[in-house]
């Protein structure tokens, strides 16, 4: 069966690689024979990964502001400049804010909103083209969401506008999904527990913070970055070719 989780050939960007998750999913790509590109926000961190990652196969560092829709389109003007085809797009840039209730800032609410919900809508519009490119019925493209288990649960932290950001992600790829199937295109999202990443170093790096954490979990443990990576594997490799509008939750059980 390895026929059926292998990349070779295949072309793959990770936003928000640099890092967290994005990471893990970009080097997972590598090692099953994936070219990857990766980009962030800050040009030096998304170099400084993907001359890491190297060793595991060939990565591209791209610089990409996607805080605005300008953003995106500078974001394929540049990929386009590398490659002429995309056959695995993770849309895994975001961000997160928490304050109390009665002084949650719009600010917070619109920057959320705008990293994790328009600017993944923004990316697959000016991404299409390529993606279309290496679409085929046997193998079809690939565009895996990462969504959240805070878009399923009700396990809100105070991070108010980081639940609904992320059902809206699965909702719109539900609808993509759909909109996209006749042009060989799957949709896909997966919907993290807790993993290691920049916005959980808090908790991850505080061993009371942390056990306290897993009790919520039924399998009293966060996930491990090869299991993040297996499951983006399986879903950009031919064994996900029939899949498409699944939101696929890892999270040890939480959502039970």
Request: charged share 15%; net charge neutral.
């Amino acid at each position: 069966m390895q026929q059926y989780f292998g990349l070779t050939g295949r072309t793959a960007l990770v936003t928000g690689g640099s890092r967290g998750i994005g990471k893990m999913i970009a080097q997972g790509f590598l090692e099953a024979g994936a070219k990857v590109f990766i980009c962030s926000r800050k040009a030096d961190e998304c170099t400084a990964t993907a001359a890491e990652l190297n060793q595991y196969g060939e990565c591209i560092a791209l610089c990409a502001d996607l805080s605005s829709e300008e953003g995106a389109r500078q974001l394929a003007a540049n990929l386009l400049n590398h490659t002429d085809r995309l056959d695995i797009l993770v849309n895994n840039a975001g961000t997160s804010w928490g304050a109390p209730l009665a002084e949650f800032p719009v600010k917070g609410w619109e920057k959320v909103m705008q990293l994790n919900v328009t600017s993944v809508f923004s990316c697959i519009q000016q991404l299409l083209p390529l993606m279309r490119r290496s679409a085929s019925a046997t193998n079809p493209s690939r565009i895996i969401n990462i969504g959240s288990v805070a878009g399923i649960s009700a396990f809100g932290e105070q991070a108010y506008s980081y639940g609904p950001s992320k059902a809206a992600v699965h909702q719109l790829s539900r609808m993509l999904a759909k909109e996209l199937v006749s042009e060989h295109i799957n949709v896909n999202v997966i919907a993290p527990g807790r993993f290691p990443s920049k916005m959980t170093s808090h908790i991850h790096n505080d061993p009371e913070a942390l056990a306290e954490d897993c009790a919520h979990i039924p399998m009293k443990r966060w996930g491990r970055e090869e299991e993040m990576a297996a499951l983006a594997i399986m879903l950009a490799s031919t064994a996900g070719a029939y899949m498409t509008g699944n939101i696929i939750p890892i999270d040890g059980g939480f959502t039970l």
